[in-house]
């Protein structure tokens, strides 16, 4: 078990360096968070951390409460995060961050507030799929936590779960079964922002039938 916690330490580092490298993250913005097996809590980065210059064995780790046992300390957004979990039982990592494009998104409007993007390429549909926008609330408010897993919880109760939602003004959430699962997520959420934002005129969203097709060759969830 000790094996595997220094695995997930090391991921989740290089995980914070990858996005921190490729300008996804800057500063002190942003975190990552890793469910650990047989309810032994979560591994979390600290408070005002750079996720470019994690070290593996400053990762704050928490208990399914909460409480924390070891480490710096726990990220400010723990309780969005652990709202996350408890609402999505097949994620397994959360990540964070102000990303540019998507901020600058809210900003500009959004295109919905049930779908932030419209889904303008196979690979949104596929990759990300619906995100909802979360209305502004001050960063570590439970009550931004609380909407967002509602959201989580409505959507799979309609048989589309989603893998993101877009905090006004701040950033995006994503969750996934892994860190690298969830960085891929957030990087075509980003990357799509910034398309759709470049573009003028507008594309037009991909039609029903294109959509039907990504779902039943894919598994699209849309």
């Given at each position: 078990m000790a094996e595997l916690h220094a695995e997930l330490r090391a991921e989740v580092c290089r995980v914070g360096r990858s996005l921190f490298n490729r300008g996804y993250v800057h500063a002190t913005a942003g975190n990552i968070s890793v469910r650990l097996p047989d309810g032994q809590g979560y591994l979390i980065t600290p408070t005002d951390a750079c996720l470019g210059f994690l070290q593996p064995d400053r990762l704050a780790h928490v208990a399914a409460d909460g409480t924390q046992l070891a480490g710096d300390r726990a990220s400010k957004t723990l309780a969005l995060?652990?709202?996350?979990?408890?609402?999505?039982?097949?994620?397994?990592?959360?990540?964070?961050?102000?990303?540019?494009?998507?901020?600058?998104?809210?900003?500009?409007?959004?295109?919905?507030?049930?779908?932030?993007?419209?889904?303008?390429?196979?690979?949104?549909?596929?990759?990300?799929?619906?995100?909802?926008?979360?209305p502004y609330h001050r960063p570590g408010d439970p009550a931004a936590a609380a909407r967002v897993a509602e959201r989580i919880e409505a959507a799979r109760e309609q048989g589309v779960p989603i893998r993101a939602a877009m905090m006004e003004r701040l950033g995006p959430n994503v969750w996934h079964g892994s860190p690298?699962?969830?960085?891929?997520?957030?990087?075509?959420?980003?990357?799509?922002?910034?398309?759709?934002?470049?573009?003028?005129?507008?594309?037009?969203?991909?039609?029903?039938?294109?959509?039907?097709?990504?779902?039943?060759?894919?598994?699209?969830?849309?």
């Open positions: 995060h652990r709202r996350i979990y408890d609402a999505d039982p097949d994620a397994h990592c959360v990540i964070h961050t102000h990303s540019t494009h998507l901020v600058a998104l809210t900003l500009a409007g959004v295109w919905s507030d049930h779908d932030i993007l419209p889904p303008i390429t196979p690979y949104y549909v596929m990759k990300v799929g619906h995100v909802p926008l979360i690298a699962a969830a960085m891929a997520v957030l990087e075509e959420l980003e990357e799509t922002a910034r398309l759709w934002l470049m573009t003028h005129p507008k594309p037009q969203p991909l039609t029903e039938d294109r959509i039907d097709e990504l779902r039943s060759h894919f598994g699209a969830r849309w």
